[in-house]
């Protein structure tokens, strides 16, 4: 896990590289590099995980000088891999080696043979072409500014601030967001210029012009047609992938982690480990409180891990903590995220980086795998919402002028398959749902300087649970079905059964006790700095909420925002 930036077809003298790569540091603190050919320039931070020597450092070439490696992520089967490359004149312990090594042999097509997150780019110094590329899921971020003759990217966004692209809010994308809620965009950021390569694709720019091809057909890998095997095969199939992905996520030289709640998900993880790296197995939890019964889960956690080795951390937000933290954590996203949720997931990361561990698991993924969320037994999915809110409308358009709303995007989402639960979770894979919590996650835990791994996200399990009938995922009471199934070999029934439970924390109660004056203070802010966005009345919303009256809270959480780049 790391920073990359750079650019091609620009001089060296327009862009402020030495600022850029600075600012991405908690990226990777280990060490830093850059590499100027000619009007190219490539830039890493390096978060120090398979190979600590400075051999392993980047950015990286080939014995000929001509192609030069940096890398974001984790190429997990790289030991698989190197066996196949064994032609190949290796210098390094190194997975970022072997992915050097898989393009210099297999060109574009490298792609297909990783198992893995990563973003990366490659500079072919003698063919003077740039070669960008994110992973399926885009668990890696990859951002990227076309300019005139040239291209700029980086993994954050404010690098390519630092770089010189001009800092102007894209007032579509906050229309889109403030209007519908939604925060991931695809290719759209909130930031003017800026765009990011989507999951699964791919970017080649060469003699001043770039074009972009998406690499991961998903609907052709997962096909048309749904399992029609036995239960009992499904399973041994997916059981045995679900123990090598924990497997492949435990390669490391450093210590790990992980991130529990009291859920299914986090449940049949550490049952996984255990599997997987025997019942004496030490390997270090963590989970969050926030002194509020109503929504600790450690009860749950401590009774997982009763019996077992793991030493097990809580990580507590205070209300108290909530101003600065936002305000930091803003910074680092740069972009709308998900509320007091993503802050107490931010404070597991900090504890885990100050206790000395550098590599943390979670359980990401399985909802949009097997129907988890609620409205997937909704009897019109086609309606079913765009995000998970409560109860009550999730936006609140009063807040907004009319006119500014009319500047929102109709998201153009594709429905691929012949059925409408699974162009639903196609939907939360790659629009909604997953690339949101990708973004935020990716975020919180690289401004602690800490790598995560989701071995839920292997593209093999994802592609296999997506094959399967419906009947497998949900029924007019709960969801992901085939996955209770499985856990009934793993974990006790009390906690197999137990209903969902999202990372939850007192937000409506801390907003309308410990927070308010600061909640007040802060949407007022946001309505005197963009009065062409905010409309009079929201007072009176903001107002009618604190005093007790709906649920929604996101409304609020928009303003703060908004806030936030005031």
């Known amino acids: 896990m790391c920073g990359i930036l750079g650019f091609a077809g620009l001089s060296l ?39 600590l020597s400075s051999d392993a450092n ?18 997990y089967n790289y030991r698989e891999l190197k066996r196949a490359l064994s032609d190949y004149p290796f210098r390094t312990q190194s997975d970022s080696e072997v992915l050097l090594a898989s393009y210099i042999k297999w060109g574009d097509d490298c792609l297909s043979h990783l198992i893995g997150m990563f973003a990366f780019s490659i500079w072919d110094d003698r063919e003077k072409r740039l070669f960008l590329a994110r992973d399926r899921f885009g668990v890696k971020p990859l951002h990227y500014v076309s300019t005139e003759g040239g291209l700029m990217f980086a993994s954050e966004i404010r690098t390519l601030h630092e770089m010189g692209t001009e800092k ?14 939604l925060t991931g965009h695809l290719a759209h950021t909130f930031w003017s210029g800026i765009q990011s390569l989507p999951a699964g694709h791919h970017l080649t720019w060469q003699d001043g012009t770039y074009h972009i091809t998406r690499w991961y057909d998903f609907e052709h890998a997962v096909g048309t047609e749904t399992d029609a095997r036995s239960d009992a095969e499904v399973e041994e199939e997916y059981l045995s992938l679900l123990e090598q992905s924990v497997a492949f996520r435990f390669r490391a030289d450093v210590p790990l982690g992980v991130n529990l709640s009291g859920g299914l998900d986090s449940s049949i993880l550490m049952a996984l480990i255990q599997r997987v790296r025997g019942i004496n197995d030490d390997t270090r939890a963590y989970t969050f409180v926030c002194g509020h019964p109503d929504y600790d889960e450690l009860p749950w956690v401590e009774a997982m891990l009763a019996g077992s080795h793991h030493n097990l951390t809580p990580c507590l937000l205070r209300a108290e903590d909530v101003p600065t933290l936002h305000q930091m954590v803003s910074l680092h996203q740069s972009e709308p995220y998900g509320g007091l949720p993503t802050l107490a997931y931010q404070q597991i990361f900090k504890t885990a980086s100050d206790s000395g561990c550098k590599v943390l698991l979670d359980g990401q993924g399985m909802d949009e795998q097997w129907a988890g969320y609620d409205y997937y037994r909704h009897t019109d999915l ?18 907004y002028q009319p006119d500014f709303l009319l500047q929102a995007r109709t998201p153009n989402i594709a429905k691929p398959f012949s059925d409408p639960l699974r162009n639903l979770q196609f939907r939360d894979l790659f629009y909604t749902k997953l690339p949101r919590a990708l973004r935020f996650n990716d975020r919180i835990s690289m401004m602690h300087s800490v790598e995560l791994r989701e071995p839920f996200l292997d593209h093999r399990l994802v592609e296999l649970a997506f094959r399967q009938p419906a009947h497998r995922k949900i029924n007019e009471l709960e969801g992901k079905l085939f996955l209770r199934r499985i856990a009934q070999h793993l974990i006790p029934e009390g906690v197999r059964t137990a209903p969902k439970r999202p990372l939850q924390t007192p937000q409506r109660e801390w907003f309308r006790g410990a927070l308010r004056d600061w909640i007040i203070a802060e949407t007022d ?36 925002s908004l806030a936030a780049i005031a």
């Not at 009345?537 to 609020?556: C, E």
């Open 58 to 75: 980047q950015p990286m070439s080939d014995d000929s000088g001509r192609f030069w490696l940096v890398f974001n992520g984790e190429i």
């Open 525 to 560: 802010r946001a309505a005197r700095r963009f009065p062409e966005v905010v409309h009079p009345s929201f007072r009176q919303h903001v107002d009618q909420y604190l005093m007790g009256h709906g649920d929604n809270s996101f409304f609020v959480w928009q303003l703060l």
């Open 13 to 51: 003298e327009s862009i402020h590289t030495t600022n850029a790569i600075a600012c991405q540091k908690h990226r990777g603190p280990d060490a830093t590099g850059e590499k100027r050919i000619d009007r190219a320039y490539l830039g890493h931070n390096r978060l120090s995980i398979i190979d």
């Open 168 to 181: 102007k809010p894209d007032w579509s994308t906050w229309a889109t967001y403030l209007n519908a809620g």
């Open 382 to 399: 086609v309606q079913a919402p765009l995000i998970q809110g409560t109860r009550s409308k999730i936006v609140n358009e009063g807040c």
